[in-house]
């Protein structure tokens, strides 16, 4: 009896894919720097990439001559058009932040098929191009696997296809592939020649890449939903208080003001102090400031609360399955607790540290809630509200509780 593929694809679906992400790379000019040896290389192998927008894997995983598997967050293949095309094209889902064993068992199967898996290392798209810590344990993985190893870094991303941003937005976007690791030297080199080769060359930071090159961004929405990202403001120290649109963004509280010019850095359009001139300086020194915010309460044992989003929208499923709208909310985030204060009913929901497992903001930055094994997820009231902060201020509990497994490896601010 022919047994069963592990994740089989709809070639119908692949082909779609490959058509549609041909069209896009020469309608945007994406260019592709594919060495011979990674033309040539035969199946199974791995791919690793940075990653920063939302088509990375269509656009790192469509020039390799042989078909991919992705793994990707479970929370992105849900429902809609995420869910129908990601399980037809043998995407593998991961829970987040959480131990999977299954994924790693997955993953072998797929490539005992002779087929090939792409991972991003960092487990989550970056905010400010920067690439950000990566996990250890893709070390451990490689070693295991036994296969070739290629590396794609997009160069640009950030300007084109920004996490925070809705909208693509054209300027030079280039990918550039190579044989990082033969299977004889996955096999001969130590964990630490490995991780310290992977973290050389997928490195990239965006900002230094384009005050070299200087790409101009042909987008009139330079600033739309950057408040996902930047969420505290770095002149009354406000949380959640941006405004944005088209190529601006301001502060509810104070005004403090902000022009993104067509290169993508900071400028004020009247005079006034600058703090950043871009969004990495800003990302990282925000990171900091809420870290030492949070710590600050926890040391004093705050009752007070730590930041809330108003009338949010709270979905639910107990099962991992399509999730449920179960009413709207104001969720509010203690030093020892979070609350979802249902506002349409006489309903509260408690959540405390030790019993959450995860929280994320995922795709649209909805806010991703593991409690109990079960989904949450809420939307902010209006476009901007940013779950980022959620990730960040509950990482800096958990470490204050010594629950360091939970710890996302990318959310460090030390």
Known sequence: ????????????????????????????????????????????????????????????????????????????????????????????????NMKDTKVIRDIISVLKQGENIGIFPEAVR?????????????????????????????????LFNPRWAKKIRRTKLEVEYKILFTAEQVMSLSDDEIFEKLKTYLSHDEVEYQRKHMNKIYSESRAEHISFALYVCPECNAIDSFRAGDNNFKCSNCNYDIHIDEYGFFERPITGTLHFDNIRDWYKWEGKWLVNYVNKMFDEQSVNIVFEDKNSKIYHTPSGGDLDFIGIADIRLFID???????????????????????????????????????????????????????????AIWRKLGQEAKLAPYVSFE
């Not at 894919?17 to 041909?22: D, N, R």
């Not at 020469?26 to 791919?47: D, G, N």
């Open 1 to 96: 009896m022919k047994q069963k593929k592990a994740y089989p694809t709809k070639y119908y679906i692949r082909f779609i894919a490959y058509f549609i992400f041909s069209v896009f790379g020469i309608i945007y000019r994406i260019k592709k720097k594919l060495p011979a040896e990674v033309k040539k290389l035969k199946a199974p192998y791995l791919l690793l990439s940075n990653h920063v927008g939302h088509w990375d894997p269509f656009i790192v995983g469509n020039s390799l001559p042989k078909f991919t598997h992705f793994v990707a967050s479970d929370a992105s293949m849900r429902a809609g058009v995420n869910k129908f095309f990601m399980t037809r094209l043998g995407t593998i889902p991961k829970k987040k």
């Open 126 to 158: 970056n905010w400010a191009g920067s690439t950000m810590n990566m996990d250890r344990s893709t070390v451990k993985l490689i070693k295991m696997l036994k296969v070739p190893v290629i590396v794609a870094v997009l160069k640009g991303m950030n």
């Open 337 to 395: 607790r979070i609350e979802i204060d249902f506002t349409d009913k006489d309903k509260c929901i408690h959540m405390n540290f030790n019993e959450l497992q995860t929280i994320s903001p995922q795709i649209n930055d909805r806010l991703e809630i593991y409690y109990k094994s079960e989904a949450y997820r809420a939307i902010g009231e209006r476009e901007g509200v940013s779950a980022l902060k959620w990730e960040v201020a509950v990482n």
